[in-house]
Nanobody
Framework: QVQLVESGGGLVQAGGSHTLSCAASGNIASVTALGWYRQVPGSQRELVATVTNSRVPDLADFAKGRFTISRDFTKNTVTLRLNNLKPGDTGLYFC???????????????WGQGTQVTVSS
C-alpha cells in the first residue's frame, strides 16, 4: 500500500502566500518524481510542478515566477510554495508520485486525496 497525504490547503487572500506539503509513505521501493497537479473549476486536471530525480524543478508556465517546489529525496516529501496567489488559482491541488512498490517491476502514478485552496479577491 502507498499513501500520499497532503496538508496545508485553506483560504487565502489574493496576493497572499500558502504552502502545501505532501508525504509519500508505504511499500515504496523507488521514486522517480513527486509533484503537484491541480483542478480548477471548469477545467481538467493540470500539472503545476514536479521534481524528478534530475533534481531540476519543472513548473507550468502559470506557476513560473510565483510558485516554487522542493522535494526531500530522503523523506519522500514534496512542498509547493504558492506566492502572489490569484482567484484563478482556486482549486483542488493533488500531490502525485511516480513510483515503484516493492515486488513490482514497473512504475505507476499514485495520487493523494487532494487539498482545497481557495483564493478570495
Amino acid at each position: 500500500q502507498v499513501q500520499l497525504v497532503e496538508s496545508g490547503g485553506g483560504l487565502v487572500q489574493a496576493g497572499g502566500s500558502h504552502t502545501l506539503s505532501c508525504a509519500a509513505s508505504g511499500n515504496i521501493a523507488s521514486v522517480t518524481a513527486l509533484g503537484w497537479y491541480r483542478q480548477v473549476p471548469g477545467s481538467q486536471r493540470e500539472l503545476v510542478a514536479t521534481v524528478t530525480n534530475s533534481r531540476v524543478p519543472d513548473l507550468a508556465d502559470f506557476a513560473k515566477g510565483r510558485f516554487t517546489i522542493s522535494r526531500d529525496f530522503t523523506k519522500n516529501t514534496v512542498t509547493l510554495r504558492l506566492n502572489n496567489l490569484k482567484p484563478g488559482d482556486t482549486g483542488l491541488y493533488f500531490c502525485y508520485g511516480n513510483l515503484r512498490v516493492h515486488g513490482s517491476q514497473s512504475f505507476g502514478i499514485y495520487w493523494g486525496q487532494g487539498t482545497q485552496v481557495t483564493v478570495s479577491s
